[in-house]
């Protein structure tokens, strides 16, 4: 069984600087997909950013951007030019091949509150 | 806009009383999931639907059913709710298949109180 480690539950960054989310996997899979999702209070989950394992070249979406080490099996969010609006939770999300019998079912970490001060 | 839509938002329940959400989509995924957050814990599957085939994860309780009548909709039952099942359950989508598999679409989800 896959499992999702993030050993942050709380992180918080001053506006406009940088934050680093860390997460750690465990898989035996070759063929998988990683995600970051956000939850802000509203509770709604949305999808921040996302890699392919086979990709070897780090995902970066906006100020969003990953360090993805498949060796290491560590899978990091880094936040640029923070803003008050990326105060909430994220989750780090494991997907594996869905042409098994996954069927893209999600394995999420414990979550890391995230906060941005003014 | 919306393309997950739970209802309702906020629900309470009484101890043992049947309970019932909902959750559709204008997305046509081919897979439905529910699952179940406990307060600022990670969300937990309890179920999924691939097309019409239910899969029932080994750890959910009997006391938790599922029913999707058509691609658009899926249901959450809850025979007899405790409470210890208080929680925000959350439904999710996806498209699955050779070559086609997208990340999840989640709902806003609904956040179930029992008293």
């Known amino acids: 069984a896959q499992t999702v480690t993030q050993s942050q539950p709380e992180m918080s960054v001053q506006e406009a600087e940088t934050v680093t989310l860390s997460c750690t996997y465990d898989?035996?899979?070759?063929?998988?997909?990683l995600f970051w999702y956000k939850q802000p209070p509203s509770r709604q989950m949305i999808l921040v950013i996302r890699?392919?394992?086979?990709?070897?070249q780090n995902a970066t979406e906006n100020r969003f951007s990953v360090n993805f080490q498949k060796a290491a099996k560590s899978f990091s969010l880094k936040i640029s030019d923070s803003q008050l609006g990326d105060a909430a939770m994220y989750f780090c999300?494991?997907?594996?091949?869905?042409?098994?019998?996954?069927?893209?079912?999600?394995?999420f970490g414990q979550g890391t509150i995230l906060t941005v001060h003014p | 806009d919306a393309m997950v839509i739970q209802n309702p938002r906020y629900q309470v329940t009484q101890f043992g009383k049947p309970v019932t959400l909902s959750c559709s989509q204008t997305?046509?995924?081919?897979?439905m999931y529910w699952y179940q957050q406990k307060s600022s814990q990670a969300p937990k599957l309890l179920f999924h639907?691939?097309?019409?085939?239910?899969?029932n994860e080994a750890d959910t309780p009997d006391n938790f059913q599922s029913r999707r009548p058509n691609t658009s909709f899926c249901f959450l039952d809850i025979r007899s709710p405790g409470l210890g099942d208080a929680a925000m359950y959350l439904c999710?989508?996806?498209?699955?298949?050779?070559?086609?598999?997208?990340?999840?679409?989640f709902g806003q989800g609904t956040r179930l109180t029992v008293v």
């Open positions: 999710a989508t996806s498209k699955v298949g050779l070559g086609m598999n997208t990340e999840a679409f």
């Open positions: 898989t035996s899979e070759s063929d998988y997909y």
């Open positions: 890699q392919e394992a086979y990709k070897q």
């Open positions: 999300a494991y997907r594996g091949n869905a042409g098994g019998t996954s069927y893209g079912k999600l394995t």
């Open positions: 997305l046509n995924h081919n897979v």
């Open positions: 639907y691939y097309d019409k085939d239910f899969n």
